[in-house]
DNA sequence: ACATTAATTGTGT
DNA sequence: ACACAATTAATGT
C-alpha cells in the first residue's frame, strides 16, 4: 500500500509540532499519507452530518469548534484547536463511523496534515507513541469539557468569558481581538447585554481595553 | 466635508 | 430579557 515516498516538508512538521509522537516510522508513514490541507479565516471545515474521512493534526493557525442548536439559531463555543493539537471528536467519529456530531470552521488561517481515517484505526495496534498522543488529546479535551460544565453550572460567566478572550487571543496569537459582543454572547450562548456588562467590569479592572469591534487583553 | 444610515454598545427597568 | 438611547463606523452626495 506505500507506493509514495514520505513528503519531506511533512516529516518536518510533524517532528517540530507534534513531539509526542517520537517513533521515526510513525513519522514517516504519516508523511507518506497525509495530505498538507490549508484553510482560510472563517473557512467552514466540518459541518454536522458530514462523514469524517480525514483526522487533522494543526500545524498552525486555530480552529473554532462549536455546537450549535439548528432549531433556536443558537450555538455553543466548545474549544480551540491550536498547533499540535488534533481533534478527539474525529477520532470517534470515525472509529465507531459514524456523522458529526459538531461544527468546525477555521478561526484563523490555518494549516493542518490530514490523515485518511483507515490508517488512525491501524497504527493504534502498530505504533505505541500513536496511542498515547490519541488518548492524551482525549484526556486534555475531557478535563476541558469538565471545567467549561462546571463554569455554566456554577454560572461563572466572568470566569467563561475571560477563559474564551484569552483562548481566543492566543488562537489568532494577538493581544487585540476583533469581534463584537454580540458574536462572543453567540458563542457562550448568553445575552449580549450581560457580556457587554461584564466586559465593561473588566475593563474597570485594567483586564482590558475596549473599542468599537475590538478587545484588547492587558 | 457633511448628512444620512446602519451597526454596535450602554443603560434603566 | 426588553426597549430604547447613545455612540461610532460606513456610505452616499
Not at 32 to 40: P, Q, R, S
Not at 118 to 131: A, H, L
Not at 204 to 216: A, D, F, Q, S, V
Request: aromatic share 8%.
Amino acid at each position: 500500500m506505500i507506493t509514495e515516498k514520505p513528503d519531506p516538508q511533512i516529516l518536518q512538521l510533524v517532528q517540530k509540532h507534534f513531539p509526542d509522537i517520537v517513533e521515526l516510522k510513525l513519522q514517516n508513514e504519516i508523511a507518506t499519507v497525509g495530505h498538507l490541507l490549508h484553510f482560510k479565516a472563517g473557512e467552514r471545515i466540518m459541518d454536522y452530518g458530514s462523514y469524517i474521512k480525514l483526522v487533522p493534526l494543526v500545524i498552525n493557525g486555530s480552529i473554532k469548534v462549536v455546537r450549535e442548536d439548528e432549531e433556536r439559531d443558537k450555538e455553543l463555543f466548545l474549544y480551540f484547536l491550536n498547533a499540535g493539537d488534533t481533534c478527539s471528536m474525529s477520532f470517534s467519529c470515525c472509529m465507531m463511523d459514524k456523522v458529526s456530531d459538531i461544527r468546525t470552521t477555521a478561526e484563523d488561517d490555518t494549516t493542518l496534515i490530514g490523515i485518511p481515517i483507515k490508517y488512525v484505526d491501524e497504527w493504534m495496534m502498530k505504533y505505541q507513541s500513536w496511542k498515547s498522543f490519541v488518548m492524551l488529546s482525549y484526556d486534555h479535551r475531557l478535563q476541558e469539557l469538565i471545567q467549561t460544565i462546571d463554569h455554566i453550572v456554577f454560572h461563572k460567566l466572568d470566569d467563561r468569558l475571560l477563559d474564551y478572550l484569552q483562548k481566543k487571543s492566543t488562537a489568532i496569537s494577538s493581544k487585540v481581538i476583533h469581534t463584537t459582543h454580540q458574536d462572543i454572547a453567540y458563542d457562550l450562548n448568553a445575552s449580549r447585554e450581560g457580556i457587554s456588562r461584564i466586559l465593561k467590569q473588566f475593563e474597570k479592572m485594567n483586564k482590558i481595553k475596549l473599542g468599537r469591534n475590538k478587545i484588547e487583553l492587558m
